[in-house]
């Protein structure tokens, strides 16, 4: 099986998506010939012609305007939006128009082909305006699907599931482990679902959810904790619109603790739609508080990252604290 | 308007319109003939070329530092010196700048020292901003700067809002918005023209048509003869002039200011110029476009073209040369030295201007991480540094193993 890095096997499941389906077109700020400023769409424009992909001008909401009508036209739009941080000109065009276009209709029209790829996240340096986790905002959008992969593997199959998918996906690309998230991806087409949690460790003492990046960063908690005996199942969410309530609250049932970790502040996160459901679902279970380990309410900042971010420590402090509550 | 009927269907492509490129010095320095020698005394002929040197040697040098890793990024106004400095120097030092992220050169001008530039850059303790923004996201209240936002094209409706105050105010202000030809394209570009003209503005909009947005060259951003006819659509006056002719630049926001600030008209200018470095540090040219091209814009170097111009006038000599290029570098990296060697902003500075004071739940998020960066002081080098100086209470210490 060859080995890829994430961008690796995001491009390779574009150039599979293309050459399966002439009405896949991918395009963005930079995608043609350049293939992305961070090159996940390499190639695309030399094997499938200009007239598939390639760079549109300088405007976010254009873009997506522009997909959602090649979308309700019956073509299969896969929009790159170079960084998540700059998605928002394009707001008015994913919340108001993405997300309703079938439902405002009557189902008459819909832009279910559209995926747009984004890159998020931090830990490179990229201080306010290219580390946002904006998921948030998002997931408080019915009619869109969130999805984001934790590695290549992950990044492949979703991300052919996302482009096939009835209804449009934003994809969000953990940016850090493009190159960083190096694994075993078959060649050959294959596709993971949409909004199924997949438990990445078995455990019986506490359970850790989160998605994308954040995933490596509690595996190493994981492992401080397990070093004090603490018996951890982890469950990487996967899809965060819809999200995967059942898997959550089944190993919430059995683990009566539960820790949730992203980078995006906390108030509003979707650590707290996690902890509101579960407690629902999973109260009289529950033997302490369900935590949130996220960034501080705060701007994304520079130099203070390191301090700002939920790293293992800070996980792994939060695995202590619900185990000895 | 009076609606003028016509019987027969006729299309316009604008074609119709040609909007020439105002020039006056020739890249040998020399003016051209019909062409006039612009208001411009030997003092401030003179700041503007040191601050055009100032910043081709600051561009030089911290990239260098960055190649060494001794910075995390950079960008290089490099080739387009003569737009940024030239248009700063026509304004009043007391108008408002508000600028995309490549126009260093309108600080260096007003006054904006290497050490500034520096704590901006390592992002330590004295930097302005406080260590929040990457590197080049330069600010400044005294030299009325507004701090850059990466977000492209936000700046320009921003500007004919400020521009609105200014008129109001009454004391003759205007604001001038630099951005790129790529920027152009964003909504806010168009929303920012037509509030301008609609409100009678003081502001001008100064467009770097510098080639490429990263990596997508102009012809691939807009179908159009650049930015300029775009006035017409919005019935602002526009002027083109070659960006790499200091005096054109020069003598075109000049006059750009006199209609802002007396007519209280916003104003067009598109600024034809020339990226010669790469989009960032974290970007490489080669793989859109050739050497060659490169080349032939090298030839029309902005710097050269006015020291040419002042050698000629007797403004500047060969040696002024040598000796200010040395002592600037000598500046440049004593200063750099001395920045990256400071501490890092303060922990609280973590919390602080989110809103004008700390709320509550901040607060309390902020307490519980340091006791955190207590706990593991070695994880967090930079937090702990400012700790040390905190004195530990008891509320501090509970439940600390």
Redesign the interface.
């Known amino acids: 099986m060859p080995t890829m890095n994430m961008l690796q096997a995001i491009n390779n499941a574009l150039d599979i998506a293309m050459a399966e389906d002439e009405k896949v077109i991918c395009f963005g700020e930079d995608v043609g010939i350049f293939g992305g400023v961070f090159r996940a769409t390499s190639h695309l424009q030399e094997k499938y012609g200009k007239a598939r992909c390639f760079n549109t001008p300088l405007v976010e909401q254009g873009i997506i305007g522009f997909a959602n009508g090649l979308a309700a036209q019956g073509s299969v739009p896969v929009a790159e939006i170079q960084f998540a941080d700059y998605i928002f000109p394009a707001f008015d065009q994913i919340v108001n128009e993405t997300a309703k276009f079938r439902y405002r209709s009557g189902d008459l029209f819909n832009v279910g082909g559209l995926t747009i790829r984004t890159p998020y996240g931090g830990g490179i340096a990229g201080g306010l305006y290219h580390s946002q986790s904006p998921e948030a905002y998002f997931t408080h959008t019915p009619g869109l699907k969130v999805v984001v992969p934790r590695n290549p593997y992950q990044a492949k199959g979703l991300l052919l599931a996302a482009i096939r998918d009835p209804d449009p996906v934003l994809f969000l690309e953990p940016k850090r482990l493009y190159r960083a998230a190096v694994g075993d991806v078959p060649e050959e087409d294959y596709q993971l679902p949409i909004g199924e949690a997949e438990i990445t460790k078995e455990g019986t003492d506490v359970t850790l959810v989160g998605w994308g990046a954040q995933m490596e960063v509690i595996g190493k908690a994981v492992e401080l904790a397990e070093e004090q005996g603490i018996n951890c199942e982890v469950i990487d969410l996967r899809s965060l619109l819809p999200w995967d309530a059942d898997t959550v609250a089944e190993s919430v049932l059995k683990t009566g603790r539960l820790v949730v970790s992203h980078e995006a502040p906390l108030t509003g996160g979707f650590a707290g739609e996690i902890a509101a459901t579960i407690q629902e679902r999973c109260f009289l279970y529950l033997e302490s508080p369900i935590a949130r380990v996220t960034g501080l309410d705060t701007p994304f900042p520079l130099v203070l990252e390191k301090e700002y971010l939920p790293d293992h420590l800070k996980i792994f402090e939060a695995i202590r604290e619900s185990v000895n509550f | 308007m009076m609606t003028q009927y016509a019987h027969q269907p006729a299309f316009l492509t604008g074609d119709e319109f040609s909007i020439p490129t105002f020039s006056v010095l020739s890249p040998d320095g020399e003016l051209y003939s019909g062409a006039d020698t612009p208001p411009l005394e030997q003092a401030r002929a003179r700041r503007i070329y040191h601050a055009m040197l100032a910043t081709r040697i600051l561009d030089e040098r911290m990239l260098a530092a960055q190649r060494q890793g001794r910075l995390?990024?950079y960008m290089q106004c490099t080739g387009e010196e003569a737009a940024v400095v030239g248009a700063t120097a026509a304004l009043d030092d007391a108008d408002m700048i508000m600028a995309q992220y490549r126009e260093q050169g309108a600080l260096m001008y007003r006054g904006f020292s290497i050490d500034e530039f520096m704590n901006q850059l390592f992002?330590n303790e004295l930097d302005y901003g406080k260590?929040?923004?990457?590197p080049i996201?330069y600010g400044s209240r005294k030299l009325h700067y507004m701090t850059i936002?990466?977000?492209?094209a936000t700046q320009i409706p921003q500007a004919t809002g400020y521009a609105y105050g200014q008129k109001m105010a009454g004391k003759g202000h205007c604001t001038l918005t630099f951005f790129g030809e790529?920027?152009a394209?964003?909504?806010?570009f168009h929303a920012a023209l037509n509030m301008a003209s609609v409100h009678h503005v003081p502001v001008i909009f100064f467009c770097r048509n510098n080639g490429y947005?990263?990596?997508?060259p102009a012809v691939?951003?807009?179908a159009a003869d650049g930015i300029a006819p775009r006035a017409f659509g919005y019935r602002m006056h526009v002027i083109r002039v070659d960006g790499n002719d200091v005096l054109a630049v020069y003598e075109a926001t000049r006059q750009a200011r006199e209609i802002a600030v007396e007519r209280n008209q916003p104003v067009l200018i598109e600024a034809m110029t020339y990226r010669l470095a790469a989009h960032s540090s974290?970007?490489d040219p080669s793989?859109?476009r050739s050497k060659d091209e490169e080349e032939a814009w090298r030839i029309k170097d902005p710097l050269l073209r006015m020291q040419k111009w002042l050698l000629a006038k007797g403004w500047w000599s060969e040696e002024e040369e040598t000796r200010e290029q040395e002592t600037l570098r000598r500046e440049v990296l004593g200063t750099m030295k001395r920045a990256e060697k400071r501490s890092?902003?303060p922990?609280d500075?973590?919390?602080s201007d989110?809103y004008a004071d700390v709320?509550p739940?901040?607060q309390r998020?902020?307490d519980q991480?340091k006791r955190?960066?207590r706990?593991?002081p070695d994880?967090?080098p930079?937090?702990a540094q400012s700790l040390d100086l905190d004195v530990r209470t008891d509320t501090d210490t509970q439940g600390e193993a």
Do not use: K, N, W
């Open positions: 995390s990024f992002g260590g929040r923004q990457m996201h936002s990466s977000p492209l790529g920027a394209s964003e909504g806010d947005a990263i990596s997508t691939e951003q807009f974290s970007d793989g859109y890092p902003p922990l500075s973590l919390i989110v709320t739940a901040l998020q902020f991480l955190h960066i706990r593991y994880a967090y930079r937090g």
